[in-house]
């Protein structure tokens, strides 16, 4: 039989501590929970002004992470937008955007902007694999290129990710950001991810050969750099027969059509923002000219349409033949140029 004390003393242990909550910290959490719903469910229906507001000057806010996938009210401002629809919305949450990362105090600017969400990227990452050029400027400039440097769970810099997705004018504009940096680190580090694929090998596995010229004229020594498998980009690019005229077989329209296609000699560019892709309007207007383009530049699958591609409107076409009747020809008026040419 147990003595007394040694009840006593197991009851003491048994006895868990009462956590006393004062009433004014659970009224704060209520808050602060609110606040949060409010915030992810303004992300969820587009109201960035409403999140433009409640973002500035609100640490809390600021820091506070919406989604099981740790973003950021940042990440899911930046994620959400589409830097090539051509509607006054996006240009409103372009502004917001902006004007949310010009209030976050400069005491907590580096902080907040290198928040990572589940996958490690940083608002500049998600900025970098958009391509939009604006948001990038104002997370990251060639005086202020500390950001550049943050990898995500993969190893990937933003400069990676912009090769990785093939978008040539955020890449361009990293890479000037890149030039400035004064860090005693290998600016070749910016270049490779953990599995020592380089931003050569990620454009020619993309097929971004534009890009991959860019690339090679910025950063020559990366054409001899190997990956973990010991592969370089030329490696990677001779197991690619596809994008070459000997391993694809054209017919005899296609054959005609093929050497029809001029191709420009690529040179070294820089960077565009979205603002710059705008075309400048004059004083008259016509309906052609409010219809949206079907493509955009930076998007490789959805090129844009050029008038040079024999593509034409249906006033073109109308006055065309209109004209065809007018003079009595019988055949479209490229007609005797498509007979010599095949002569």
Known sequence: MEPSGGLSNRGKQEIQPQISVRPSDMLE?????????????ACMENRWT??????????????????????????????????????????THLD????????????????????????????????????????????VNPQEPELIWETNSKGETPLFVAAYRGRLDAFLYLHECCQNEKSRKDPIVLCRRGDGDNILHAAISGE???????????????????????MSPLH??????????????FGCIDSIIYHCITVEELKIEKYKTEEDS?????????????????????????????ATT???????????RAQGKRNGNLFPANYTTFINFVK
Do not use: W
Request: aromatic fraction near 6%; include cysteine; charged fraction near 25%.
């Open 310 to 320: 024999g593509v034409t409107n249906v006033n073109q076409d109308k006055k065309s």
């Open 208 to 230: 971004y050969f534009k890009l991959a010229f860019q690339i090679i004229n910025q950063y020559e020594l990366l054409v001899n750099r190997l990956n973990s498998e010991g």
């Open 50 to 91: 409403e999140v433009n507001r409640l973002y500035i000057n609100d640490k809390f806010v600021q820091e506070s992470k919406l989604t099981k996938s740790e973003d950021t009210v940042l990440h899911l401002a930046i994620s959400s937008y589409h830097p090539h629809r051509e509607d006054s919305s996006q240009q």
């Open 29 to 41: 959490e209520i808050k602060k929970t609110l606040i949060k719903d409010q915030l992810f469910e």
């Open 278 to 306: 705008i075309p400048a309007t004059t004083g008259i207007t016509n309906v052609n000219q409010d219809k949206k383009s079907p493509g955009n530049q930076d998007d490789p699958e959805n090129p844009p349409i050029s």
């Open 96 to 139: 917001c955007i902006k004007d949310m990362v010009a209030n976050i105090p400069k005491e907590n600017r580096f902080r907040i902007l290198k928040q990572k969400n589940e996958k490690g990227n940083t608002p500049l990452h998600l900025a970098a694999e958009l391509g939009s050029v604006s948001i990038i400027a104002c997370l």
């Open 236 to 249: 990677i690019l001779s197991r690619m027969p596809q994008v070459f005229k000997s391993g694809s077989y």
